[in-house]
Nanobody, 128 residues
């Protein structure tokens, strides 16, 4: 059984930082590309960032480029999202997802991954 669990969310003031973590079990972590998504109340889910299986290729949405950094530790089956210079508009539930590397493509401008395993989310609230 695949289990994806996010952690690290919380309340932070604008301009602050948070690091989200996501641990995946029940799968071979290196066979999966990973991604972070977010959804604010009343808004559609937004793809925030993606990373390929080895961590050598990453993608960022324009809204977070230069402020967020995605990374992974394959030895720990863990994905990270370092968020800096946070803004109130970053407030959302953040979700981690995994998708098979086969057929996936991640680059600076492109994230083509069929994400099929999702976590329950961790709430990030940025106060002004």
């Amino acid at each position: 059984q695949v289990l994806v669990v996010e952690s690290g969310g919380g309340l932070v003031q604008a301009g602050g930082s948070l690091r989200l973590s996501c641990t995946a079990s029940g799968l071979t972590f290196t066979e999966y590309a990973m991604g972070w998504f977010r959804q604010a109340p009343g808004k559609e889910r937004e793809r925030v960032s993606c990373i390929n299986w080895s961590g050598t290729s990453t993608y960022y949405a324009d809204s977070v480029k230069g402020r967020f950094t995605i990374s992974r530790d394959n030895a720990k089956n863990t994905l990270y999202l370092q968020m800096s210079s946070l803004k109130p508009e970053d407030t959302a539930m953040y979700y981690c997802a995994s998708g098979a590397t086969l057929g996936a493509y991640v680059s600076g401008d492109y994230c083509k991954v069929d994400f099929n395993y999702w976590g329950q989310g961790t709430q990030v609230t940025v106060s002004s």
